[in-house]
């Protein structure tokens, strides 16, 4: 938990977000959805291009984009060369990646107190 000064606590990205993904060949696209408006500017703050490539290191992205959808507050990634080949090509159990978005939906973030009651799941009573 953040100090009292800020006002933040620190939740997983999946309390404020659902996600999914697609695929094309070696790209993953993994869609990042917040639970409510109120909360796509926190997303937007924190769940960036290079905080991403960071999270996602180890499948070493070639590069990693990231595209605002305000309307619907959504972000949408897409990541090069992360799926091993694709499809046709990876030896690993996940081709197509679709488990790439809970990875993505683990990331932890600082969520204003303000906002708390808009996030998915139990209450937070740690502040």
């Not at 937007?44 to 490539?53: C, D, F, I, P």
Request: charged content about 20%.
């Amino acid at each position: 938990m953040s100090s009292a000064v800020t006002s933040t606590f620190t939740v997983p990205l999946y309390r404020a977000a659902h996600g999914r993904t697609g695929d094309k060949g070696d790209r993953s696209n993994i869609s990042v959805i917040a639970w409510h408006p109120d909360l796509y500017p926190v997303l937007l703050a924190q769940v960036t291009e290079a905080v991403v490539a960071r999270h996602f290191a180890h499948r070493r992205p070639s590069r990693v984009q990231r595209f605002e959808l305000p309307l619907l507050a959504a972000l949408n990634f897409v990541l090069d060369d992360v799926l091993d080949g694709g499809v046709n090509d990876a030896l690993n159990l996940d081709t197509h990646g679709k488990a790439l978005s809970f990875w993505l939906l683990d990331l932890p973030i600082e969520v204003p107190v303000s906002l708390a009651a808009l996030l998915a799941g139990p209450a937070p009573t740690d502040f």
